[in-house]
């Protein structure tokens, strides 16, 4: 039987792959325009990392985890998300002693093995970006505020954008005392990941999406009710921020995120229209992180989003992708010295940085034409045994349907021509 890719992953083709370029280029835009500067680490780490970075009460560290032990007997894991990765190289590189705070982003493919569907797979693809050492609340609606540029230049609808404070260690005491009077005496009725969560991380429960316990926490205190002067004061000028930005925002008491580092600011962008995955970027303050993992005290925030379901939003959108393969040549030629003209053409082209191919194949004129409609080419440059007599070729413009006759030799200046003229139309 042929082998297939494991389950939860994708082949991204031609034809999507284009969709991808699409949105990392934005995505590298906008990170340049905002200051941030890429990283790229590992894409496996030492298992402790995600244990102590992401925490052992996460469904990601429990469940979820893609660990093996290598040829050495170190435990090893495919990273599942990269923030912990990105602390830990801060502080292996000693980035706290440049000047701060240091602007990060990152894109690459994640591992979590869940349960697959529609939106959620184990081998998915996340854009990120973290700021270390800023722990101003300007930073956090910074940070927001480059999600939602990049939303708006590509040109996405119907997203919300919810955000909380799930406090920090000093006034999350107080917190888990409250929910767990209130929850005491109904802890059976919760269910068996709730049952754990209850006592060793009671937070949680207020997210839980099963219908028993959403039930059973309606009124259940938040950790809004339970702030500290500090970080009440930190989540009011948050908000502030935001309006000074005019940007939309709902606040949800109830969204605490499933990862323990998490401190103050937590936020999540939700879509409509991709079904229960709705979520398409999370994020929020982990000002304890860099310390738990060995570095000196750091606050950090950051977010990260799913690229897939960024493009699954695009496509039900229909939002237009750039069309970048407007002006591609397709060079037809027809008999052996033809060809040799065309090759050498083609790679004139090619030369002057214009997307050009012939046909490999050996085909005949028709079929070479058939292909280039297919490609998408705008132009088509034909040379047959009579044109190659007479030193001209004739260029067919495949958008407009018209054709021209120009010398072999003129061939790249017309075209190079044509697409400037385009250009200044556009
Ligand atoms: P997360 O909420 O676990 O946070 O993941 C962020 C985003 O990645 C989700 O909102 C979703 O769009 C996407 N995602 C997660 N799991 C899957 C999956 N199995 N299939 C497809 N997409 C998925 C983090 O990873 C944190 N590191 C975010 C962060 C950065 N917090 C601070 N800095």
Known sequence: MAIQR???TQDIFPGIVEKWHYLEAHIRKVCSDFGYQEIRTPIFESTELFQRGVGDTTDIVNKEMYTFLDKGQRS???RPEMTA???RAYVENKLYSQPQPVKLYYMGPM???????????????????EVLGGEDPLVDAEIIQVIWELYRRIGLRGVEVHINSVGCPVCRGEHRERLHSYLQDRVAELCQDCQSRFERNPMRILDCKNRDCQRLTVGAPTTLETLCDDCKEHFDKVQHYLRILEMPYKINPKMVRGLDYYQKTAFEVMAEGIGAQSAICGGGRYDGLVEEI????TPGIGFAMGMER???VLEKQQAGWEDETDYKVVVAALGETAREKGFQLTMELRQANISAQMDLLGRGLKSQM??????QARYAVIIGEEELAGNIAIIRDMKLGDQT???LESVKEYILDQINQSQREV
């Open 6 to 8: 494991p389950k939860g």
């Open 76 to 78: 090893i894991t495919l």
């Open 85 to 87: 990765s990105v602390c």
């Open 111 to 129: 591992f979590r093995y869940e349960n697959t569907q529609a939106g959620r797979f184990r081998q998915f693809h996340q854009f990120g970006a």
């Open 294 to 297: 060995g570095g000196p005290a």
């Open 310 to 312: 960024i493009l699954a």
């Open 370 to 375: 058939k292909h280039a409609d297919r490609v």
């Open 405 to 407: 006759e120009t010398a």
